[in-house]
């Protein structure tokens, strides 16, 4: 399998792509083509584990890998979630689903591919006959930073380095990146939003002279960002596995459609979907909810991007984004993967703030998806009457995706078709906002705040984030956004 860039100027191996992360024309890697998941491979999925599910939808994009050793690399990731299971279906209602994402490492989304892109970058650069150290830069809005660090945290020939928006994720999401633990880590909080954070990285990877300054340190650049297919890909299988499970347990027969509705920010997880559904997942509609900085669902309903709009701190902060790196890939597709004119766009994206898509995208883009926006008090109602109504407790990113799937059925009027909601992290993440939700109760503190939630939901608190009131901060450095590459040298000079 070959990979393209969304701009037109590169070509690359699997194994060149994740190395990379981001192509040297400033485009992102795409598979040259979406292969197919027959049927009948579907049905020979359905005995498998979700470790062996995994492997066989990345062997499919990344063939070059030996295929033994992608799977024990996949079981060795998904050995390290609770309870065994690493994507867990639970039925809510009637034709309802939960696809839990956060039983990771980390009790976010992010973990079921940063957990297997340490073998992943390791084996591509190997292959790609990369010797040089490798310098992974990444931009968080809360949860891919924390994430990144734990999966790479003290792997052999490997540095990485965290930059997050200083007051724009949640006290327990600064606590985990602060709290770090390796040798071979660093995090900084920026003086800025996540926008600009991610812009930040982007110019570095994309300058000549930045790399070549840190080439001659002995260093590479590389991303655990979704703008790498290394991230991305492994993401695509859990929409497989939920969809097997429904199969598996008689909720649907092989082939009925499914909607599925998924909190979005930088589109990395929607559009995993959405490549599931091109490789033959039978998916009816796909759901993108935004909170309050609702720049896609504005798009989608319009066909016009407009970043020039104002910026909202909002409860859901890994969705506090306002340029979604991702959807430049589903452009690519939507324009019949027509390179010069995704440039362009993206290039007036940069100087303008604003692109549209013609009629016949719109056309193909209404078929496709729904969009959906919550705002903040939405939010809290949408936790509190789902609390109410279950007994089930949700974290604010997952609360917009119920929103989104509630308005769609009541619009659409298509309450028969099973609906997954995709959870993306832990309620003990944001236990001050859930708190709040469930119970009106203002806790400042957030480690009494899980310790109430706990005792208002009877829901197992996570090891990972319940240790971390034992564990001091080892990283305050605050940096500007325009001093961002001046943190990377001194980095990369730290031995």
């Given at each position: 399998m070959k990979f393209i860039s969304t701009r037109g100027k590169e070509t690359a191996t699997?194994?060149?792509?994740?190395?990379?992360?981001?192509?040297?024309?400033?485009g992102l890697f795409v598979p040259e083509f979406f292969p197919a998941v027959t049927q009948e491979e579907m049905e020979g999925m359905l005995s498998m584990n979700y470790a062996e599910r995994a492997a066989l939808?990345?062997?499919?994009?990344?063939?070059?890998?030996?295929?033994?050793?992608?799977?024990a690399a996949c079981e060795k990731a998904y050995g390290q979630f609770e309870e065994g299971d690493a994507a867990p279906l639970v039925k809510i209602d009637g034709s309802l689903y939960m696809l839990e994402l956060f039983h990771g490492p980390t009790c976010a989304f992010k973990d079921l591919a940063l957990t297997l892109l340490p073998y992943l970058l390791r084996t591509g650069c190997d292959m790609a006959g990369i010797r040089e150290d490798i310098l992974i830069l990444v931009a968080t809005s809360g949860d891919t930073g924390k994430a990144a660090l734990e999966g790479f945290k003290d792997a052999p020939g490997v540095k990485i380095q965290v930059f997050y928006p200083n007051d724009g994720v949640s006290k327990m999401q600064k606590l985990q990146m602060a709290t770090q633990e390796g040798s071979n880590v660093d995090v900084v909080a920026v003086r800025s939003n996540f926008d600009d954070c991610q812009s930040a990285v982007k110019e570095i990877f994309t300058s000549e002279a930045c790399k070549a300054e840190l080439k001659e340190r002995g260093y590479i650049l590389s991303s655990a960002n979704s703008i790498n297919f290394g991230r991305l890909a492994p993401q695509i299988a859990y929409y497989f596995s939920a969809y097997l499970d429904l199969v598996s347990s008689g909720q649907i027969g092989m082939g009925d459609k499914v909607n599925f509705s998924v909190p979005t920010g930088n589109f990395g997880n929607i559009l995993a979907a959405y490549y599931a559904m091109r490789m033959g997942l039978p998916v009816g509609k796909l759901l993108c909810a935004s909170n309050k900085n609702n720049?896609?669902?504005?798009?989608?309903?319009?066909?016009?991007?407009?970043?020039?709009?104002?910026?909202?701190?909002?409860?859901s902060p890994s969705m506090d984004i306002l340029i979604s790196s991702n959807l430049e890939r589903l452009l690519f597709e939507l324009c019949g993967r027509d390179a010069a004119l995704v440039a362009q766009r993206m290039e007036r994206l940069r100087e303008e703030g604003v692109y549209e898509i013609g009629g016949e995208e719109k056309e193909e883009l209404a078929s496709l998806f729904f969009a959906?926006?919550?705002?903040?008090?939405?939010?809290?109602?949408t936790i509190y009457e789902f609390f109410e109504e279950y007994q089930y407790p949700m974290d604010t990113h997952t609360a917009c995706a119920m929103y989104a799937a509630a308005d769609y059925r009541e619009k659409k009027k298509d309450a028969d078709t099973p609906m997954v909601v995709v959870s993306t992290a832990s309620p003990y993440k944001f236990p001050q906002d859930v708190m709040y939700a469930i119970t009106g109760n203002d806790i400042k503190d957030s480690f009494k705040a899980i310790k109430h939630l706990?005792?208002?939901?009877a829901m197992k608190v996570p090891k990972s984030l319940s240790s971390l009131r034992d564990k001091k901060p080892r990283f305050d450095a605050v940096a500007d956004k325009g001093a961002l590459y001046a943190q990377v040298l001194r980095f990369a000079e730290k031995k």
């Open positions: 699997g194994a060149q792509a994740i190395a990379r992360g981001i192509a040297s024309d400033g939808v990345l062997g499919k994009y990344l063939d070059e890998y030996d295929p033994a050793g992608l799977k720049i896609l669902t504005d798009f989608f309903r319009t066909g016009v991007y407009d970043r020039r709009r104002e910026f909202y701190k909002t409860m959906d926006w919550c705002g903040e008090d939405e939010t809290v109602e706990n005792l208002a939901t």
